[in-house]
C-alpha cells in the first residue's frame, strides 16, 4: 500500500518581475508516473511574458550586480534555511511529479540546499590579482558578473539542476532567467519562492514555461542575456550552442554521458555488485552518473553478473510514497519505450537478459531492474545513454582493454574504476576521457569540485572555484600612478 501524501498538487505559474502569474493558457498536463494520473497543467508564457522576463531580469542585473557580496551571501543562506525547512513539503511534490522515493527526494532536496551554502561562503574568495608591470604603471585583474543569465534545466533534477544555476548565478552578480522542465515544473517553482521569501530583489530571479523552440530563440538570441547554460541532452545542447553562437554568446553545457565501470580482476566481484546496486538503481538509473557499461575482467566476470542480477532482482519497484519501495518508475511513457527498444535491440545483437527485461505492471511507469550480460559493442545499448535502470554488462581480458571502450565513444561525463593496483588506479584516472573518475566508489561531485564533461558531454565546468570560469569576466585595469 501507499502512503499517499495529504498534500495538494500546487498551481503552476510563471515568476516575472517577482509576481507569480498563473492566468496563462495550458501548455501540456503535468503526469504522475507512478498512477497515469494528470496532476495539473504548466502555463505557456506569451511572446510578451518573455519579453518581460528579459526586461525584468536586465533590471534586476542592475541592482544585484551593485548588492553588496556580504547581503548577497545572507540571502542566499537565508533561501537555503528555507529550502531545508520545506523539505517535508516540496518532496512530497517532487515525489508525485518524477516518481522518486521520498528519501530520494528529500536526499536531492538536501543537495540542493549545499549548493546554495557553499557559493555563499565563495562569494567573499572572489579574489583579483596584482599583475607586476613596470613602474609607474600598476596591472591588476578583477572578475566582474557576466549579467543575465538563460538558464535551462532537465525533468530528472528538477531541483539540484536549477539550484547549481541559481546559486552560481546569485554568487556572481548575475540575474537568471530559469526554464525548468514541463514534467517537473512545481518542484522548481517551489525552489523559487524560497529565494523570494529570503527577500531576493524582484526581477534578479524569473522562471518561465512556453514552447521549447520559442523560448529558447528568445532567450538565447537576445542581446540581454549574456551566458547560456543548460543541463540536457546533446542535441538539445547543440542546437543551444548554435543559437548562442549568432549573438557571440558563450555556453556552459553539462550534457548527456555514458559513464562505464572498469571492474578489475583483483577485486571482490560481490562486494562491487553490491556498490553498483546501490548506485546504478538510484532514481532508476535517470541520472547523468548512472553506471551505464560495465566492462568487467573476465576472471571475474561471471561472479559479479551473478551476484549483480541477484542483487539487482530483489530491489522493490513501486510507487515512491510506499515505505518499502526501493526504485521508483521512469519519468513517463517515452523513457519506458526507451526501455524496451534497448533491452529488445541488445538481445538482438546476441545479449542475454539475466535479470529483468520488462515492464512491472500495467499502470505506471515501471520497469524491472535489469542485467544484460555478454553485450557487444555494436548493441546500441553501449553507444546509447541508457538512462534507465538498464545494466549492460561485457567481460573484457584486461583494463588495457577496458580503458580503449570507455574512450571510444564522442562523450564522456563520468566514469568508475575498481582496483586494489595502485598503478592501474592512477593509469586509469589519467587516461579515462572524463571530467570525473570515482576510485572504488560510486559518487558524483558536490558543490565544493567541478563537474562536467570532455568532448561532446559539454563545455565548461559547474561546481568549485571552476564555476567562476563561466559565470564571471576577467576585466584587466592598469593604472598610471602619476599625477596628470
Partial sequence: MS??????YPPIGLLIDGEWIYDRPSLCHVENPSDESMLGQVPKATANDLQNALESSARGFEV?????????????????????????????????ELGKTLSESLAEIERSATFLDWDAEEIRRLYGRIVPTDPPIQQFVVREPIGPVAAFTPWNVPMSAPSRKISA????????????????????????????????????????????????????????????????????????????AETMKPVLMELG????????????????????????????????????????????????????????????????????????????????????????????????????????GNRGWFYAPTVLADVPLDARIMKEEPFGPLSPCAPVN???????????????????????????????????????????????????????????????????LEMWNSYTVAKTIAERRVRV
Fill in 257 to 360: 554521458g555514458h559513464a562505464p565501470v572498469l571492474v578489475d580482476e583483483n577485486v571482490d566481484p560481490d562486494e562491487v555488485a553490491q556498490l553498483a546496486v546501490n548506485w546504478k538503481y538510484r532514481m532508476a538509473g535517470q541520472f547523468c552518473s548512472a553506471p551505464s557499461r560495465f566492462l568487467v575482467h573476465r576472471s571475474v566476470y561471471s561472479d559479479f553478473v551473478e551476484s549483480l542480477a541477484s542483487k539487482a532482482s530483489k530491489l522493490v519497484v513501486g510507487d515512491g510514497f510506499a515505505k518499502d519501495t526501493q526504485m521508483g518508475p521512469v519519468a513517463n511513457r517515452r523513457r519506458l519505450d526507451a526501455m524496451s527498444g534497448l533491452v529488445e535491440d541488445a538481445v538482438a545483437h546476441g545479449a542475454r537478459v539475466v535479470t529483468g527485461g520488462q515492464r512491472v
Fill in 398 to 464: 584486461s583494463m588495457d582493454e577496458a580503458l580503449s571502450i570507455s574512450n571510444s565513444l564522442d562523450m564522456g561525463l563520468a566514469a568508475f574504476v575498481f582496483t586494489n593496483s595502485m598503478e592501474r588506479a592512477d593509469h586509469l584516472s589519467r587516461e579515462l576521457q572524463v571530467g570525473s573518475v570515482a576510485l572504488n566508489v560510486f559518487t558524483s561531485p558536490g558543490a565544493e569540485a567541478p563537474f562536467g564533461g570532455y568532448r561532446e558531454s559539454g563545455i565548461g565546468r559547474e561546481g568549485g
Fill in 64 to 96: 544585484w550586480r551593485r548588492t553588496p557580496p556580504t547581503e548577497r551571501a545572507a540571502i542566499m543562506r537565508r533561501a537555503a534555511v528555507l529550502v531545508r525547512e520545506r523539505a517535508a513539503d516540496i518532496a512530497p511534490i517532487f515525489t508525485m
Fill in 3 to 8: 502512503d499517499k501524501p495529504k498534500h495538494t
Fill in 169 to 244: 548565478s546569485l554568487a556572481a552578480g548575475c540575474s537568471v532567467i530559469l526554464k525548468p522542465a514541463e514534467e517537473t515544473p512545481a518542484t522548481a517553482c517551489l525552489f523559487a519562492q524560497c529565494f523570494l521569501d529570503a527577500g531576493l530583489p524582484k526581477g534578479v530571479l524569473n522562471v518561465v514555461f512556453g514552447d521549447p523552440d520559442e523560448v529558447s530563440r528568445t532567450l538565447v538570441l537576445s542581446p540581454i542575456t549574456r551566458l547560456v547554460t543548460l543541463t540536457g541532452s546533446i542535441n538539445v545542447g547543440k542546437h543551444l550552442t548554435r543559437l548562442a
